[in-house]
């Protein structure tokens, strides 16, 4: 599986943007980007999906480089309800829904 | 959205003693369901990926005698720690795929105390 790198923790302050890097140098032309988010003591949870084009939902916002190696996700209004570990994972086009996790980043957010 | 149920949330057991989790979708059908574990922060490790009606494949180094896995319905997974040991505490996580959409949709998660 290509592998992604995230920064270990990040903090945002409440009420203010974020942008969680992802960096995915060896993503294949068929590699789906998603985003995982796991809030203390929960099951992880879906934030966001895309392949080539920026992706906008409810939750967030995802902004894909255009070469795909790396990727932003964008929490737009940080709440304290977003602290959690959020997890940056390509799935092969081949992998049906198969998600290898790595070690994710840790949102701290600051009243 | 799609929910799955997980039950128990958590559970503490005897050294020697199995134990059972149960992993329900409640509005979709779940063509495929995952379980997972995790030890304090660390990662989610993939443990084995069932489909209902055929037997779980599982990942390289997870004992299947050990780990029981019954996948007998499209809304119905459940895992089995046969004689747990200490070693075998731990967050256990299922999650499940509806297969139309290409999302992991996951309980919440139980937490496994062994004596």
Known sequence: DAKTTQPNSMESNEEEP???????????????????????????????????SNVNNRMASLAIAEDRKSSTLILHRATLRD???????????????????????????KP | ???????????????????????????????????????????????????????????????KDKFLINHA??????LTVTSAHPEDSSFYICSATTGTDNIQYFGAGTRLSVL
């Open chain 1, 18 to 52: 974020v942008h969680l890097p992802c960096n995915h140098s060896t993503i294949s032309g068929t590699d789906y980007i998603h985003w995982y988010r796991q809030l203390p003591s929960q099951g992880p949870e879906y934030v966001i999906h895309g392949l080539t």
């Open chain 2, 1 to 63: 959205g799609a929910v799955v149920s997980q039950h128990p949330s958590r559970v503490i057991c005897k050294s020697g003693t199995s134990v059972k989790i149960e992993c329900r979708s409640l509005d979709f059908q779940a063509t495929t369901m995952f379980w997972y574990r995790q030890f304090p922060k660390k990662s989610l490790m993939l443990m084995a990926t069932s489909n209902e009606g055929s037997k779980a494949t599982y990942e390289q180094g997870v004992e």
């Open chain 1, 83 to 109: 602290a959690a570990v959020y997890y940056c994972i390509l799935r092969g086009h081949n992998a049906g829904n198969m998600l290898t996790f790595g070690g994710g980043t840790r949102l701290m957010v």
């Open chain 2, 73 to 78: 319905s499209l809304t119905l997974s459940t």
